[in-house]
């Protein structure tokens, strides 16, 4: 097993980024869940269908090595596939990745078809270290929270999104 970058500063930061984009994507999303044992991911299950594929579950999807992607849920598996990437900085500021999953719903094409090129472990350092700065309210490139939505699930823990701090 690869040993993982993440301390316990990148997964604070971790918990905390994926609650500024459930706060910048707001009431569009049902559930919001964050992994950060090796690798790292995090999923945002979506209330709305996406009119090409309207019996499909879809959810905004992390890692750390490609980033944000949209995906449709598989209904027998639960499988996630990939349907666009949002860009290639794997930890785009929460508007960007809101206003990414809203132009998929417009039918727009925004992102990339395709993901990111791969990445190293140097790579991996540095996501951490820019997770890290986002455990520290006031610190990294934040969003304030706006409103109630969904709740940021964490190894079985409900914790409130309400306060993005």
């Given at each position: 097993?690869?040993s993982?970058?993440?301390d316990?500063?990148?997964a604070?930061?971790l918990?905390?980024?994926v609650r500024l984009?459930?706060?910048?994507v ?12 090796h ?5 945002l299950?979506l209330t ?9 579950d ?14 449709l849920v598989?209904p027998?598996?639960g ?16 508007q960007?990745?809101?206003a990414?999953s809203?132009?998929l ?8 078809p ?13 996501v ?11 610190r990294g490139?934040?969003?304030?929270g706006?409103g ?9 823990v409900i914790?409130?999104r309400?306060?993005?701090?």
């Amino acid at each position: 097993m690869a040993s993982s970058p993440f301390d316990a500063a990148a997964a604070r930061g971790l918990r905390r980024y994926v609650r500024l984009v459930t706060a910048a994507v707001g009431p569009a999303v049902d559930t919001a869940a964050v992994h950060w044992d090796h690798p790292a991911t995090a999923c945002l299950v979506l209330t709305g269908r996406l009119r090409w594929f309207p019996g499909r579950d879809v959810a905004l999807a992390w890692d750390g090595k490609h980033g944000w992607a949209m995906v449709l849920v598989t209904p027998a598996t639960g499988a996630l596939v990939a349907l666009r990437y949002q860009g290639t900085d794997v930890l785009p500021v929460p508007q960007d990745v809101a206003a990414f999953s809203a132009g998929l719903f417009r039918d727009e094409f925004p992102g990339l078809p395709d993901p990111p090129p791969g990445r190293g472990a140097a790579h991996a350092r540095e996501v951490a270290r820019r997770l890290a700065a986002y455990a520290v309210p006031g610190r990294g490139r934040h969003l304030t929270g706006r409103g109630a939505a969904a709740p940021v699930h964490l190894y079985g823990v409900i914790t409130s999104r309400r306060d993005p701090a």
